[in-house]
């Protein structure tokens, strides 16, 4: 189990220094710069407080603004004079200022900016807390974040030195890519001389893969994930986990002891995994059986509290897992998760198209019955116009007519679109190619070019050997290749295409399967001669995702690290799975 | 001095700005006539007398001139107001002091200097003061009436203490502190009796010191904070002085005035004798951080105390270890063995570091290069014998005296001292190089310096080329592109900022070209912006990918443009228009329908009113039309499906509205499925029935839902007669599965016989049935099937079971 690195794996780089510096900036701005002292949740309701001055520390939102904007007219009209401070985390928006002057209190307030965008969620994980992200940009076409990653990877080559190798697919990678590139120049010689950290780095748009987080997940911290959500790196494990009648804050990080040994594991091994701990942990509590007086009293003062904690943690994951099976082991969760296998190998489609339905008709969960059918939609590069319409009517029957906007979402993000008749690829791609020539064009996301995108899907899979041929039962236990995060059917996408540039070194070779992305132009290396760049830091790899990357590619590239001698490191805007991808997608009544 | 001067320094009006700075005279200042060719003219020169600017004095009676901190030249005139003209007599500005200056005349003016910058104290002839303390920042401050004041003061001047600034001012015998509080009388500690006037008084060059000289011929010398007395001299002569000026040294024990008098100058101090000189012309005194400059129509000197390190080496017969050390280096030339002895000598006293040390710093004060050469040649010998002298002190020298050695030349005529030149500082003395347009020179120091570019060569180049944008007999085309040869794209240099300069000098075609040179297209939108060139401003700024900034210009263009324009432009500009439709989505509505309706964006447009009916509107009449809305767009837009979704959607808003009324309880808002399983809930079956009928609810959907409702019901009687009203499109195993759901395992049985056969060994599982299961696995030989059973079998009770598939299987095999 928890298969150690090999012993030649680069160490990471220090994270934690990115944690102090967050902290102090935001200890030095709240209290020294603002005297903050109670610190509350913005919430939409009233502040409470009594304080004579109010501070805010928001992300740069027009909601946000009408929110504050509210509380200090209604201020006002109670005759109440207060000071009010808004903090814009990572930076002021102009728009946002423009909504406090046209409510009237742009006079009453003053605003300050932190520039806070890298999170260190683990010793190898990296976020930016953007979950917006995923919808401002690839729904509404905002590149507002845009400038937020640029500056947030000059941070990181700031403090980790440059990388000597760049790669990178996709268009808001090009263009946070090439905004990067230029705050270097303008900043020349800050890293210049420096030795890189890190030999890598690859930028990747979470639209190049959508089918890869659309996935249920079954690797243990993505199941988690699933299933109880994990907010910025910790989760609320309710009372079904704790059985007790309160809920518990668990972090989840490599600092868990148990769960780092279990978090990239396939859910069939945890409980086997962790009986046995518990048997472990039971043989050493055991052996105080027959100490004498000295070696009790060493045991209580080394060992004892360690086990304690364990047993701990033990409980709580072994909690967590009971509470898992309870809902996963069931029928359904087995049909559906034959069904995704379905869809991702490309056969009996009427039946999964009728399973579909049915998930509908019986209003299983709108979440999941749209996952279902963007799975669909983008395995078989549209749905055909009959389904697209049924399961259409099916879904705003049972779920509301609200949904006909959600439908209008997805479908400009090319999660849900019917086959086009007649547009053959050829014509799309030369329309595509000829927006991306032209520069101005080029920074455009034209939001209706999605349209005509197809995913292309089973030609990719077919190209990358994304589903493994299987003789006999895959054997969890020891995986062979990252297919094993999705129980041997499928080999996540994103990570296969960091696999093969990885090993090429470029995209060199992979003309075809970029062209099958639709992101011919979109597609770069970056190479400069480094000969400072130690052989350690060239096996270190920082991977981006724009729009959010799951735990089960995480899994997979840990798994794939392992195999290679490389250590991955990720950034991401934010965490995702499948459900917040629907959920950025979803119109909802307010 | 390479100046012409016709007339006597007597008969001008002369200003010398400190810091070897330049010399302003005006020619005929007190004529009034109004002929031309009288007129005064204003002269500016180099310190060495090289010509800068000539012009004829057209303003107003000047009562006094003076430089600023910045070298601009401040000409007080006699109506307060104070015109500011550059080095190159460029007029720049001019600014009042007040009305109050204005109705009284300016008696008497003083330019002095602190560290906030230039100030300007002003005596009206009311016999008022008024004072600025920073011209480029310019508050006036009267000072407190001086009682019974009846005359104007013998003489004045400002001080400088904790950082605000005072005027001392004699009458008669009293002298008078005036803050901006109060005016205080104050007195002098160890003034000499018999004192009936002060004739003339001088602040030290640091506002440390102060000197009065008095009727008696008597100097008193002491702290400026009129707390000490320092030394006194009686010179005897009591003819009021020209001029008095401090002339010491900073950080030094010395302490002198130089007093001037028409042919005699005298250097005073703490001793019996003082120092005389006679002067063969009229001269004029600037008083300097570590000495005077005495300039007249043909020479100009500096007299200054001698340094000790210069003392030491060159006082006749001097022992000390650089004197030593400077003659050692003299025999090493001649080839004399006693260079050997000398050097002995020193070293057996082990002064060999300190005379190294002193020969760098004598070379310093020199202002002979072959003195400099000497001297330095004497450290450099001296240096050989020692061990790890840290050779920066040396190297540094040299590289100072180079820079100093080049500006005190006459061409280009800065005479600093060494101690001017480190209290000034290199960027300082660069930017008084930029003023005076010697960018080569400039840029040679920087080279030579090796500054770092930002501070050093571009800096300059970015002012070289906003001077060149001022030069309007040359082309737009040609200056961009003399610009652009010169800058290329050297680090540290911002177009924009000589953008803005060019576009300030009226050059808005050469702004624009200039900042074509521009790589952050971020920092040309501002100035874009301010030259009205908003549609462009709006492409770069999407260049620049900052959607922060497209943002700015679209504001900025919704303001300038009429709204037809406007959606023009953003129509061109799909990032912009993305930005500013997201904008309007939270904050403008109705432009943004307006938007979508210029685009002829009908599925937008549909979308827009979908949103409306359940977002803004609160009545259902309402919501009904807006639904209508939204299907007419829908329809243009040739989207069918959302159009008849959407006309099924007001079909059934109305319904639920009418249910509302008939049955009560709440409808409104739920989905169809959800409005028939309430009915079902609700006992209105033959409702729910119709409504299923009118929407069209496929079976399947309609068997589930009623399922569901049913077993939510526990109306177990209907749900059997339910599943008996005809075949069932979802077949029973759905049945038997709500029913253990429900945990009716009797009802559940009922079901598990009707389920087909492929689902059959399923749902007898579920109702717990291992051993028929087990049977009809076997009859269906299904190998899956049989393990499924298999694992459904508890050790105790399924044994039999259980070892019956096993023979089942086993036979299988056999087979």
């Not at chain 1, 749905?383 to 949904?403: F, V, W």
């Not at chain 2, 589930?704 to 749900?719: N, Q, R, S, V």
């Not at chain 2, 009859?779 to 899956?784: L, M, T, Y």
Request: proline residues 4%; contains cysteine.
């Amino acid at each position: 189990m928890a298969f150690p690195h090999r012993p030649d794996a680069p160490e990471l780089p220090d994270f934690s220094m990115l944690k102090r510096l967050a902290r102090d900036q935001l200890i030095y701005l709240l209290e020294q710069q603002h005297e903050v002292d109670k610190l509350y949740k913005v919430e939409s309701k009233p502040a409470l407080s009594s304080n004579e001055q109010l501070c805010f520390l928001v992300r740069p939102r027009i909601k946000n603004m009408r929110y504050i904007a509210s509380l200090v007219n209604a201020d006002k009209m109670a005759g109440r004079t207060r000071k009010y401070k808004v903090i814009f985390c990572p930076q002021k928006f102009h728009a946002c200022e423009m909504v406090l002057e046209e409510e009237g209190v742009y006079g009453d307030v003053s605003c300050d900016e932190w520039a806070f965008s890298l999170l260190p969620l683990d010793v190898d994980l990296l976020s930016m807390e953007l979950p917006e992200f995923f919808r401002d940009y690839f729904l509404e076409g905002d590149q507002r974040w845009i400038n937020t990653v640029a500056q947030a990877l000059h941070l990181l080559s700031t403090l980790y030195g440059p990388f000597p190798n760049c790669y990178g697919i996709g268009r808001c990678t090009k263009m946070s890519y090439e905004l990067w590139r230029r705050l270097e120049e303008e900043e020349d010689g800050e890293t210049k001389g420096r030795r890189p950290e890190i030999g890598h780095i690859f930028l990747l748009d979470r639209d190049v893969d959508f089918v890869t987080a659309l996935c249920s997940q079954v690797v243990y911290e993505g199941l988690v994930d699933d299933t109880f959500r994990i907010k910025c790196g910790s989760v609320d494990f309710g009372p079904e986990v704790t059985s007790s009648d309160r809920s518990l804050k668990v972090l989840l990080n490599a600092e868990d002891k148990v769960f780092n040994e279990i978090r990239n594991e396939h859910f069939s091994n945890v409980f086997g995994f962790l009986s046995q701990k518990a048997r472990n942990l039971q043989a050493q509590y055991d052996r105080r059986r027959g100490m004498d007086i000295k070696q009790m009293k060493n045991f209580v003062s080394q060992e004892l509290k360690g086990l304690k904690q364990e047993h701990r943690l033990l409980s709580v994951h072994i909690g967590a897992c009971e509470s898992i099976m309870k809902k996963k082991t069931k029928q359904d969760f087995q049909e559906l998760i034959k069904t995704e296998h379905a869809l991702l190998e490309g056969f009996n489609i009427r039946e999964s198209t009728s399973y579909i339905e049915e998930h509908i008709d019986r209003q299983v969960s709108p979440i999941e019955s749209l996952r279902l059918m963007c799975l669909l939609s983008i395995t078989e590069n549209g749905l055909i116009p009959k389904d697209y319409r049924s399961l259409k009517t099916q879904y705003l029957q049972s779920y509301g007519p609200e949904h006909l906007l959600t439908f209008s979402n997805l479908r400009r993000a090319g999660l849900l679109t019917e086959q086009a008749p007649g547009d053959t690829l050829t014509a799309v791609e030369s329309k595509v190619s000829k927006l991306v020539t032209d520069k101005a064009a080029g920074k455009i996301t034209d939001a209706f070019s999605s349209l005509a995108k197809r995913s292309n899907f089973r030609a990719i899979s077919k190209k990358l050997n994304l589903i493994p041929r299987v003789d006999g039962e895959y054997d969890l236990k020891v995986p062979r290749d990252m297919a094993y995060v999705f129980s041997g059917a499928y080999v996540p996408l994103s990570c296969r295409i960091i696999e093969q540039v990885l090993e090429r070194r470029s995209w060199q070779g992979l003309d075809e399967v970029v062209r099958l992305l639709n992101c011919s132009e979109l597609a770069f290396t970056d190479t400069t001669k480094e000969d400072k760049a130690s052989s350690e830091c060239l096996r270190l790899i920082l991977v981006v995702f724009l729009g959010g990357c799951t735990f089960s590619e995480i899994s997979a590239l840990r798994f794939l690290g392992r195999e290679k001698g490389y250590r991955f490191i990720f950034l991401t805007t934010a965490i995702t799975n499948s459900a917040r991808l629907m959920e950025a997608m979803s119109e909802v009544k307010a | 001095m390479d100046w012409d001067l016709k007339e006597e320094l007597r008969d001008c009006l002369v200003a010398a700005a400190p810091y070897g700075g330049p010399i302003a005279l005006l020619r005929n200042p007190w004529r009034k006539e109004k002929a031309t060719s009288i007129r005064p003219v204003l002269e500016i020169y180099s310190a060495s007398g090289l010509p800068l600017a000539s012009l004829l004095w057209k303003s107003g009676p000047v009562v006094s001139l003076g430089w600023s901190a910045e070298e601009e030249l401040l000409c007080v005139q006699e109506d307060g107001v104070v015109l500011v003209y550059g080095l190159h007599g460029d007029f720049r500005r001019h600014f009042s002091m007040g009305n109050e200056v204005l109705q009284n005349r300016v008696l008497d003016a003083r330019i002095f200097h602190t560290e906030f910058g230039s100030g300007l104290a002003i005596l009206t002839g009311a016999h008022r003061f008024t004072l600025s303390a920073n011209v480029g920042d310019l508050k006036l401050r009267r000072m407190p009436e001086v009682p019974g004041l009846q005359s104007a003061p013998s003489c004045w001047t400002t001080l400088c203490q904790d950082r605000v600034a005072h005027i001392l001012l004699a009458v008669g015998p009293d002298l008078y502190l005036l803050d901006h509080a109060a005016c205080s009388a104050v007195t002098l500690p160890g003034l000499a009796p018999g004192v009936s006037s002060f004739l003339q008084m001088a602040v030290s060059f640091t506002y440390r010191h102060l000197a009065l000289f008095t009727d008696t011929g008597y100097i008193w010398m002491g702290t400026s904070s009129l707390k000490e007395k320092l030394c006194e001299f009686n010179c005897n002569i009591r003819a009021p002085p020209k001029q008095m000026v401090w002339c010491s040294r900073p950080r030094s024990k010395e302490r002198a005035v130089v007093v001037a008098w028409e042919r005699r100058l005298m250097v005073v101090g703490d001793a019996p004798e003082s120092i005389q000189f006679v002067l063969d012309e009229d001269s004029y005194l600037v008083p300097e951080l570590d000495g005077v400059r005495i300039f007249s129509r043909s020479t100009h000197e500096f007299l200054h105390e001698v340094p000790v390190a210069s003392e030491e080496i060159f006082k006749i017969a001097s022992m000390a270890p650089g004197a030593l050390l400077l003659e050692a280096q003299k025999e090493y030339e001649k080839e004399s063995q006693k260079a050997d002895e000398y050097l002995r000598e020193i070293q057996e006293l082990g002064q060999l570091t300190q005379a190294v040390q002193q020969c760098i710093e004598a070379a310093g004060h020199e202002h002979r290069p072959d003195m400099q050469k000497s001297l330095l040649r004497a450290a450099s010998f001296g240096k050989c014998f020692l061990d790890k002298f840290p050779p920066d002190s040396f190297v540094r020298m040299c590289q100072d005296l180079r820079v100093l050695n080049a500006i005190r030349d006459y061409h280009i005529g800065i005479p600093l001292t060494y101690s001017q030149y480190k209290q000034l500082t290199i960027q300082v003395l660069l930017d008084r190089l930029v003023l005076r347009r010697l960018y080569p020179l400039a840029i040679q120091i920087c080279e030579y310096l090796r500054l770092p570019e930002v501070q050093g060569v571009s800096r300059i180049l970015a002012h070289w080329a906003c001077y060149k944008v001022q030069q309007k007999d040359v082309s737009d085309e040609d200056v961009a592109r003399a610009i652009n040869q010169k800058l290329g794209d050297t680090p540290g240099v911002s177009y924009s900022d000589i953008a803005a300069r060019a576009y300030g000098c009226g050059r808005t075609e050469l702004a624009i070209k200039l900042l074509e040179y521009e790589p952050r297209s971020g920092e040309q939108v501002p100035l874009l912006l301010k030259m009205k060139r908003s549609k462009l401003a709006l492409s770069k700024a999407i260049e620049s990918g900052d959607t922060d900034l497209v943002f700015t210009v679209l504001l900025h263009l919704k303001n300038e443009l009429n709204r037809g324009d406007f959606f023009m432009t953003l129509r061109n500009q799909p990032m912009a228009l993305s930005l500013y439709r997201q904008f309007c989505k939270h904050q403008e509505l109705e432009t943004l329908k307006d938007l979508y309706n210029q685009d002829d964006n009908h599925q937008e447009l549909g979308s827009f009113h979908i949103r409306a009916s359940y977002a803004a509107e609160e009545r259902i009449e309402g919501r009904v039309a807006a639904l209508q809305t939204a299907a007419d767009a829908f329809y243009k837009a040739k989207n069918e499906f959302a159009a008849k979704a959407t006309e099924d959607q007001m079909r059934l808003l109305r319904l639920q509205r009418r249910l509302e009324d008939e049955l009560g309880g709440h409808f409104v808002d739920l989905s169809l499925h959800d409005t028939v399983t309430t009915l079902i809930l609700g006992g209105h079956s033959k409702r729910a029935e119709q409504l299923a009928r009118d929407f069209r609810i496929p079976d399947k959907r309609l068997w589930w839902l009623k399922l569901t409702a049913l077993a939510d019901l526990e109306d177990w009687e209907e749900l059997e007669k339910f599943s008996k009203s005809k075949k069932s499109p979802i077949g029973y195993l759905p049945f038997v599965e709500i029913c253990m759901k429900q945990h009716n395992k009797y009802e559940a049985k009922k079901y598990a016989s009707r389920v087909g056969p492929e689902q059959k060994v399923k749902a007898l599982l579920l109702v717990g049935d291992v051993a028929q299961a087990a049977d009809v696995a076997i009859e269906h030989r299904n190998e899956a099937e049989l393990s499924l059973v298999l694992s459904h079998c508890t050790g105790a009770t399924d044994g039999a079971t259980a070892d019956k598939i096993q023979r089942a299987r086993a036979q299988a095999q056999k087979k």
